[in-house]
């Protein structure tokens, strides 16, 4: 249905402001040439808060589709884009004061993370092939230079160029497989591609052109989130690039790739769910396996989260295979879940500094509970939740994911993540282990950087994860409405 422009753009008010904002802060930026990093942090932060607001205040009644339905806002765009601006803000507050004092400290940071949030903004919103890549690529292209933003550092370089070129390949499938979708719909809106496949129903070549494409942009959105087999950049870029970067791609772009991944599902290939839920559930598999076992030998502690970022990727993949509406649900909460649990754990290592770096060998840990037992406690719970220990919220969320398997029959699916989490819980626990039972040493032995707006984010974030058992059901509550009516 169309409506009047204006009613389109003030729809769209929380990405008008992302764009003309994030351009604004550029010009003021550059007025302000080399200090104005702090300035534009803030005014960045002032302005995700208030596109967040606004997504919250001006929630429609219902799906409404805008700018000839390329857009749709409802209540799992809504959901998504304030985790998003939650996501956002406390990626930069914990960034900040760690790039104070470097090569990296210039207003072009907190400017490329406001583009890459608008990027995110409308993918979770796309209606539409078009706008799905638009949105995919704004936020991939200033995620690059970020992983590159460390000038003097050879290794983030490397991550830069790496995530670029794996970047490019991903692109070029997702709009190899978007032309071939429109080759046999000819339309790029997910509504009428969804109407077309299912009144289709024709076998024989047309139908392997749509599988075709479908799994080719299904790989690229599986690359986004660095699912297994897509996942080989992950572990190098975590690594390379400067920690509170690694930050920001871990807590952040997570989240929106997961739910455009939920409205792909749903909406354009819902016809098509016997042939791609099952694949779904194989990358789920793979994810969980290969997150479990190959974060056993790491020492790094970034390159042991990545691997991990990539088991969580498989446990939320498990409740978009199930495909049903308590799956979708269970993805939700499992991402909030994890976007908390990645900020504290972040937030605890760039707290942590040696040589006047943020630490990355896990050997750094060494006596933390000697030297600083309120961080050593508060990454303790972290590393709890993240292995699923009860009461934390960690485990709430594993447990949805699997009871949504087990009431889809997906039993073989929630076995293999079960025994997982289990393999998974050794490695979160040996970070435990170092922590508490190993003696500090002059060589290894961490300073703690003082900073508010860290100690802030941490312990709003343990505080969820360690409470989350008073109120679940609130939570739970949000993300079913959030995903009501994907599947009609």
């Known amino acids: 249905m169309s409506h009047p422009i204006f009613y389109d753009i003030f729809s769209m008010a929380p990405e008008l402001m992302l764009a003309v904002g994030s351009m604004l802060l550029m010009m003021i930026g550059v007025m302000g040439r080399g200090g104005a990093l702090k300035p534009v942090a803030l005014l960045s932060v002032f302005l995700w808060l208030a596109a967040g607001a606004f997504v919250y205040l001006n929630a429609p009644t219902g799906a409404i589709r805008v700018f000839n339905d390329m857009i749709v806002l409802d209540g799992l765009s809504r959901f998504a884009k304030l985790l998003i601006t939650g996501g956002s803000v406390a990626a930069l507050l914990i960034a900040v004061r760690d790039i104070e004092g470097t090569i990296m400290a210039r207003f072009e940071y907190p400017v490329l993370m406001s583009f890459a949030t608008l ?11 078009l706008a799905l890549y638009v949105g995919l690529e704004l936020s991939s292209l200033s995620l ?5 933003f460390d000038r003097n550092s050879n290794r983030a370089s490397e991550a830069g160029l790496k995530y670029f070129v794996l970047g490019a390949i991903s692109s070029g499938m997702l709009l190899f497989g978007s032309s071939l979708i429109y080759g046999y719909t000819g339309t790029l809106q997910f509504d009428v591609i969804k109407a077309t496949l299912s009144a289709a129903a024709v076998p024989g070549p047309a139908s392997l052109v749509v599988l075709f494409g479908m799994i080719l942009i299904i790989s690229a959105i599986a690359f986004k989130v660095s699912a297994v087999p897509f996942h080989m950049w992950t572990p190098d870029v975590y690594e390379g690039a400067p920690t509170s970067v690694t930050a920001f791609f871990a807590i952040v772009p997570k989240v929106a790739a997961i739910v455009l991944l939920m409205r792909l599902v749903t909406g354009p290939f819902g016809p098509l769910a016997s042939d791609m839920l099952p694949v779904v559930g ?13 974060a056993i030998v790491q020492t790094s502690i970034k390159r042991l989260l990545a691997y991990s970022s990539i088991g969580n990727i498989g446990y939320a993949l498990v409740g978009i295979a199930a495909g049903t509406h308590l799956g979708l649900s269970s993805v939700l909460l499992y991402m909030a879940i994890y976007m908390v649990m990645t900020t504290a754990a972040f937030s605890v290592i760039l707290l ?15 006596g933390l509970s000697k030297t600083h037992p309120v961080v050593a406690y508060a990454l303790a719970i972290v590393m709890f939740s ?16 699997f009871q949504a398997a087990v009431a889809a029959h997906a039993y073989v699916l929630a076995v293999f993540g079960v025994l997982t989490s289990v393999v998974a819980a050794w490695y979160y626990l040996n970070v435990i282990r170092v922590m508490f039972f190993e003696e500090p040493s ?29 109120f679940p059901d609130q939570l739970t509550v949000w993300t079913a409405n959030a995903t009501a009516g994907l599947l009609n």
Do not use: Q, W
């Open 282 to 294: 194989i990358i789920a598999a793979a994810s969980m396996t290969v997150g479990a076992f190959a």
């Open 144 to 148: 690059y230079v970020l992983a590159a």
């Open 386 to 401: 993240m292995s699923g220990i009860p009461p934390m919220a960690g485990f709430f969320g594993k447990f949805a994911v």
């Open 352 to 366: 942590l500094r040696r040589d006047g770096a943020a630490v990355e060998k896990i050997a750094d840990l060494a």
């Open 119 to 129: 990027g995110m903004f409308i993918m979770v919103s796309a209606n539409d092939l």
């Open 442 to 470: 002059e060589e290894h032995k961490p300073t703690l950087h003082f900073c508010p707006a860290t100690y802030a984010v941490l312990a709003a974030s343990v505080i969820f994860l360690a409470g989350f058992i008073v």
